[in-house]
């Protein structure tokens, strides 16, 4: 069966800093993946996604940047944080039905 | 731009009753949908799937699609306190990017 993992689960960063969020895929090969992220109390904001190794295509201009370096491997990266990065940020994949699963997510707040 | 319009609610019922959350979509080219669940402090989880115009039945929970008037519903019977949760509705037409609603909180009270 597929599991989809992310860490850290919760992250306080000041502003400014740099972030790296990861998230593996296990029990699915080249599968299309997600990273959003959900403000407290909003709806999901799709950030990037990837249909492939070093495909990236990005929903939202802003300060982040993601990469696959390999076929289950996504990151999220920021060389410097904003407030109003704050999130519980996700990542996600899906099967070719178009069906998603979700990792347990990471909690950022940046102070 | 495809939209997903959802009640934000709270939608409440009581024990035992049958809760009825609604989607309605605007991209008539929508293919699949969706039905997550989102507890609250967690990631969402998917509970339902429809294709096809009709119902789809999965335990307590029943799926609607209704292409022709662009709206897909979800029913939970019996419901129980532990449904409560914010029930996020998704379509996707085909892309590799799905198009989420912002939720219906539903509080289910003893």
């Known amino acids: ?111 | 731009q495809k939209e997903v319009e959802q009640n934000s609610g709270p939608l409440s019922v009581p024990e035992g009753a049958i809760a009825s959350l609604n989607c309605t979509y605007s991209d008539r080219g929508s293919q699949s949908f969706f039905w997550y669940r989102q507890y609250s402090g967690k990631s969402p989880e998917l509970i339902m799937f429809i294709y096809s115009n009709g119902d789809k039945e999965d335990g307590r929970f029943t799926a609607q699609l209704n292409k022709a008037s662009q709206y897909v519903s979800l029913l939970i019977r019996d419901s129980q306190p532990s449904d409560s949760a914010t029930y996020l509705c998704a379509l996707s037409g085909g892309s590799y990017i799905p198009t989420f609603g912002r939720g219906t909180s539903l509080i289910v009270h003893p």
Do not use: M
């Open chain 1, 1 to 111: 069966s597929q599991t989809i993992h992310q860490w850290p689960a919760t992250l306080v960063q000041p502003v400014g800093s740099p972030l790296s969020l990861e998230c593996t895929v296990e029990g699915t090969s080249n599968p299309n993946l997600y990273w959003y992220r959900q403000a407290a109390g909003r709806g999901l904001q799709l950030l990037f996604y990837s249909v492939g190794i070093g495909q990236i295509s990005s929903e939202v201009p802003q300060n982040l940047s993601a990469s696959r370096p390999q076929d289950r491997q996504f990151i999220l990266s920021s060389k410097k944080l904003l407030l109003s990065d704050s999130g519980f940020y996700l990542c996600a994949w899906a099967n070719p039905g178009g069906e998603q699963y979700f990792g347990p997510g990471t909690r950022l707040t940046v102070t």
